[in-house]
């Protein structure tokens, strides 16, 4: 056996953790995304297929109806409650990070049935979208009330970006209200930087130099 395999064993916590291919009870389908919905219409008590198949269409839905049957059936025979499978962390962190507008109905449906479901990630959201608002709006002298915020809050890990940002606040509130930024030195600096790649580590400064000063 390869260690992959080994490792596979050893991890799997139960028998469904290694199925793999056609054997795989969780792989990804285009009605993933639209379950939560179907799940919310279930409870209230909608449970015809076909209409909610008409309800998810116009949201995006470009699967066929046969999946839509498929999952209804399965929640009125499975002994067991069938729910949609929650996303993975990278999704639900491009949502939290993703401007309110920019998502579909569906991705704030499920990211709203997330937040109430864990109030620490809640507050946390609340209190990125309001960093990013004074960062991109320009609104430094907001900072020292976001700070006080995040202290209030049970957040270690955001606890610790305060008291940095807090060593630095003049600083930091320059940053977020004054128009200038070191992006030009920044993209010089990477210029430099892939001028030096591509030379390999082969040629000395003088040649560096020559190079930088010539290049278009």
């Known amino acids: 056996m390869t260690h992959r395999t080994v490792k596979s064993l050893a991890d799997a916590a139960k028998p469904e953790d290694l199925f793999r291919g056609q054997w795989q009870h969780n792989r990804t ?7 939560v919905y179907l799940d919310e219409r279930w409870d209230e008590g909608c449970t015809n297929a076909w209409k909610l198949w008409e309800e998810i269409v116009p949201l995006g839905y470009r699967g066929s109806y046969g999946r839509v049957s498929a999952y209804l059936r399965e929640k009125r025979t499975s002994p067991r409650p069938v729910a949609a499978q929650p996303p993975a962390p990278r999704v639900v962190t491009r ?3 993703s ?3 920019k998502l579909t109905e569906i991705e704030q449906l499920r990211l709203k049935t997330i937040l109430a479901n864990c109030p620490e990630l809640d507050a946390l959201t609340g209190h990125m979208r309001s960093f990013a ?3 991109t709006e320009r609104q430094g002298e907001r ?3 976001w700070l006080d915020a995040v202290r209030r809050d049970d957040l270690p890990s955001l606890h610790t970006l305060a008291a940095g940002i807090e060593r630095d606040r003049d600083a930091v509130i320059a940053g977020l209200t004054l128009p200038w930024n070191s992006g030009v030195v920044e993209g010089h600096i990477n210029r430099i930087k892939m001028l030096k790649r591509q030379m390999f580590g082969r040629a000395g400064f003088a040649l ?3 190079r930088d000063l010539l290049a278009p």
């Open 29 to 35: 389908s285009v009605l993933d995304e639209y379950k």
């Open 95 to 97: 949502w939290i990070l």
């Open 99 to 101: 401007r309110p507008e």
């Open 133 to 135: 608002q004074m960062l």
């Open 143 to 145: 900072l020292p009330q």
């Open 208 to 210: 560096l130099r020559k």
